[in-house]
Nanobody
Framework: QVELVESGGGLVQPGGSLRLACTPSVPTLDYYVIGWFRQAPGKEPGGVSCLSNTDGRTYYADSVKGRFTINKDNVKKTVYLQMNNLKPEDTAVYYC??????????????????????WGQGTQVTVAS
């Protein structure tokens, strides 16, 4: 069973935009902070962005600041990652993920911490001309 369902990846030209969506298929996962991660070929996965469940604080990796925006639709219980001005180096498989210990996570933690428990299936983002 896949607990987190991602959508929105694809092929886009440099400078283009995509919006990724992550929806928990298990309602209880909505209580946890969900982060976005990505893994490029030959590289370890790393944190991209995260949104606090309580106070709206956000985290963005330096490489995406000013280009990516994270937000959440609390009615749909969906976390979005709006990606603008995409660059070839953004090419990766993007995952949303969370952990059972992340009910009140400082979003900055995703810079150094990978969740253990729940990962989506991943969605490919390819930026190429």
């Amino acid at each position: 069973q896949v607990e987190l369902v991602e959508s929105g990846g694809g092929l886009v030209q440099p400078g283009g935009s995509l919006r990724l969506a992550c929806t928990p298929s298990v309602p209880t996962l909505d209580y946890y902070v969900i982060g976005w991660f990505r893994q490029a070929p030959g590289k370890e996965p790393g944190g991209v962005s995260c949104l606090s469940n309580t106070d709206g604080r956000t985290y963005y990796a330096d490489s995406v600041k000013g280009r990516f925006t994270i937000n959440k639709d609390n009615v749909k219980k969906t976390v979005y990652l709006q990606m603008n001005n995409l660059k070839p180096e953004d090419t990766a498989v993007y995952y949303c993920a969370t952990d059972s210990g992340w009910s009140n996570l400082d979003p900055r933690r995703v810079a150094t911490t990978l969740p253990r428990d729940y990962w989506g299936q991943g969605t490919q983002v390819t930026v190429a001309s």
